[in-house]
């Protein structure tokens, strides 16, 4: 990979991206950004740093290196990641080291884990208005929760056809 006149990225020719400078300053406020969202700062910085890499996938000792963090810290944020479905684990064929890398089809994934989830919540809300008295304060509120994640998950499911139809686009 060359580089421009504003200075290196790149690290030779090797092809690895040079992680200073620019490169983690953006990661940083990636993550910071991802922090401001609510998602916890180690899975953030861990996330931005996958995202940065050309190959989307970086080992616990690539990821602790690059993060100055330690390897329990990379364990624990990329168990968080893999709950979330942002990242998988993949063993590297004849080594016992895994890698970690960021799905292919992340943000389609991370939705899609969110509708199953919205399908819970308004299955669990519609029983709770039976509980608490569908006139009650309470189970109106219930059922406007409910009415609102069913309303939320119809709309993500056009917006997930639209998003496969811009890709293919593309």
Known sequence: MGTGAGGSECEGD????????????????????MVAAGMPRMPSRIFACLLAEDAGALSAAE??????ISPAAVSGA????????????????GERREIYRIHADLWYETVTSRDQMLNRWAATLKQGVEVLGPGTPAGVRAEETAD????????????????????GRR
Do not use: C, I, T
């Not at 090797?14 to 950004?33: M, T």
């Not at 609102?148 to 890709?167: G, I, P, Q, T, Y």
């Open 14 to 33: 090797s092809g690895q991206r040079d992680y200073g400078g620019e490169v983690s300053a953006f990661v940083e406020r990636f993550a910071a950004d």
């Open 63 to 68: 990821l602790s290196e690059r993060l100055k």
């Open 148 to 167: 609102f994640f069913n309303f939320v998950k119809l709309e993500l499911d056009s917006l997930m056809d639209r998003w496969r139809a811009h890709r």
């Open 78 to 93: 990329v168990r968080y990641l893999a709950e979330m479905h942002m990242v998988g684990r993949e063993r590297v064929p």
